[in-house]
């Protein structure tokens, strides 16, 4: 079983399934990007505005990481406000509900 690949215009709520990672591009223009865990799970990722991200691992180096609190968040603001497909790449160690958005400033 593979992790979701999904691209998105605004926004995106799922789920990680076990130790698979998602990939989730925000295609639209947005000035901010905001990722929240909605589960007591630690969400680890990493973020690309327009490259490719590193692959992240459970608990792994240069990974950036939610703790596991429902509602925890990050957000990133976006330099240019032309600059689309916000790659983000997410993994958990169990299932972990997430939302991605796009943001305007």
């Not at 639209?28 to 690309?48: D, F, H, M, P, W």
């Not at 490259?51 to 939610?66: Q, S």
């Not at 406000?81 to 939302?99: D, Q």
Request: charged share 10%.
């Amino acid at each position: 079983m593979a992790g979701a690949n999904v691209s998105k215009a605004q926004a995106y709520h799922g789920t990680t399934t076990n130790s698979y990672v998602d990939t989730v591009v925000i295609t639209g223009q947005y000035r901010k990007i905001k990722i929240v865990n909605r589960s007591a799970v630690e969400l680890y990722y990493t973020i690309s505005f327009g490259g490719a991200p590193a692959t992240p691992t459970v608990a792994g180096d240069n990974c950036l990481v939610l703790e596991a609190v429902i509602g925890a968040s990050a957000e990133f603001t976006i330099d240019s406000a032309s600059l689309k497909n916000t790659k983000v790449l997410l993994i958990a160690s169990s299932p972990c509900s997430y939302t991605i958005q796009g943001l305007q400033a």
